[in-house]
């Protein structure tokens, strides 16, 4: 079975400033990785994922991630935080990316990203 | 638009009572699910659907039904709430039911139940 650990709960940075969001994920076989976001008050918001292919994955809003799989890592990273990008972050594990199912995601219990003016 | 939909977004009731949260897409995804979100949980599936007429249980099942005569729509009912199932209720869909593919997710219905 696979597991997502979100190693913080609540994250402060400052505009302009790097942002790490670190997640640690168990899984048997090959698997998928995703992150969320949530802004306040919405549904969760695809940024990125990851399926077997580059380890270094591109998302939207300039955030990335890189899969590791000898530290069984996938943290998000962003070069600077903009005021806009406080919200909560989801990170979720699919077992298997080929045959796993969508049904058997396992989420995170995620991270509060502040960003101070 | 295209999207998910959830109605309502905000609901309050009564312990003892029936409440049925409604969920429509307009992608003509074949899957759909119902998550509930509770702090310190992340979300967890309540049911999920492949297909009009075709629904199985997920994680946390336990006083909830659900139906789906056609593709758009997936109802998520509570026959008699209890106030464990005080929550934020998501919706979302897929395309294909293979590990590496994202889910689109609805606004949510948050539920408090007295």
């Known amino acids: 079975a696979q597991s997502v650990t979100q190693l913080d709960s609540h994250v402060s940075v400052s505009e302009g400033t790097p942002v790490l969001l670190r997640c640690n994920y168990s899984s048997s076989y090959s698997p998928s990785l995703f992150w969320y976001v949530q802004h306040p008050n919405k549904g969760l918001q695809l940024l990125l994922k990851y399926t077997s292919a580059a380890t270094l994955v591109k998302g939207i809003n300039g955030f990335e991630a890189e899969f590791k799989k000898s530290e069984t890592s996938f943290h998000l990273t962003k070069p600077s935080a903009h005021m806009s990008d406080a919200a909560e972050y989801f990170c979720?594990?699919?077992?298997?990316?080929?045959?796993?199912?969508?049904?058997?995601?396992?989420f995170g219990s995620g991270t509060q990203l502040t960003v101070l003016p | 638009d295209a999207g998910i939909t959830q109605s309502p977004r905000y609901k309050i009731t009564e312990t003892g009572r029936q409440v049925t949260l409604m969920c429509h897409q307009t992608?003509?995804?074949?899957?759909m699910f119902w998550y509930r979100q509770d702090l310190g949980h992340g979300l967890r599936l309540i049911y999920y659907s492949a297909a009009a007429d075709i629904t199985d249980k997920g994680e946390v099942p336990d006083g909830y039904v659900v139906s789906r005569s056609k593709t758009e729509n997936f109802p998520l009912t509570l026959e008699s709430a209890t106030r464990s199932q005080t929550s934020v209720y998501f919706c979302?869909?897929?395309?294909?039911?293979?590990?590496?593919?994202?889910?689109?997710f609805g606004d949510g219905t948050r539920l408090s139940i007295l």
């Open positions: 979720v594990v699919s077992e298997d990316w080929a045959s796993g199912s969508a049904r058997q995601l396992t």
């Open positions: 979302a869909s897929s395309e294909l039911d293979r590990g590496n593919q994202p889910q689109h």
């Open positions: 992608w003509s995804h074949s899957y």
